[in-house]
């Protein structure tokens, strides 16, 4: 099995806009960004796509998977409500994650938190103070979520007027 840091080198690297909240992904040219349509983003990150998902609300969701944060393979989800990006979900996968019959124990989850926590105050530059910070752009947060017993990590953006 090839070593983490080989594996992630295939992957490709999220970075941050702390001004706006935009992410690039590699030198891929489309940002994800409020401005960002549903549909935009199918054909921008067709070749990361991992699934899409339609809650039936008026919500959906695609995910993209072979990425990197923070020097750790990663996937992101980016909800839609409408033609309108909402939100952007994210997850790590570091290395030595205790799991217990296929799931993460607390102290993998709060690896996790610990880790998205450092990881996104410093790519927007200002600390997570309660796992939470507001931008004017929106808000990032990552925190431990005890109703899907997980971690929980993301950016949203504030509504458009």
């Known amino acids: 099995m090839p070593s983490t840091s080989k594996r992630v080198a295939s992957f490709v690297p999220m970075n941050f806009n702390p001004t706006d909240g935009s992410i690039q992904l590699g030198n891929l040219p489309a940002l994800i960004c409020p401005t960002l349509s549903q549909d935009e983003a199918r054909i921008a990150f067709a070749t990361l796509m991992h699934g899409e998902r339609d809650v039936g609300t008026g919500y959906h969701w695609l995910s993209l998977h072979r990425l990197s944060l923070g020097g750790a393979p990663a996937g992101i989800s980016l909800c839609f409500h409408g033609q309108r990006l909402d939100m952007v979900t994210m ?68 509504p458009r007027t």
Do not use: C, N
């Open 91 to 158: 997850s790590v996968d570091l290395p030595g994650a205790t799991l217990e019959d296929g799931w993460p124990t607390q102290a993998a989850i709060d690896a996790e938190v610990a880790f998205m926590r450092r990881t996104l105050a410093t790519a927007l530059g200002r600390k997570l103070a309660g796992g939470h910070a507001r931008f004017g752009w929106g808000e990032a947060w990552a925190r431990f979520d005890p109703k899907g017993f997980m971690a929980s990590s993301g950016i949203r953006y504030a």
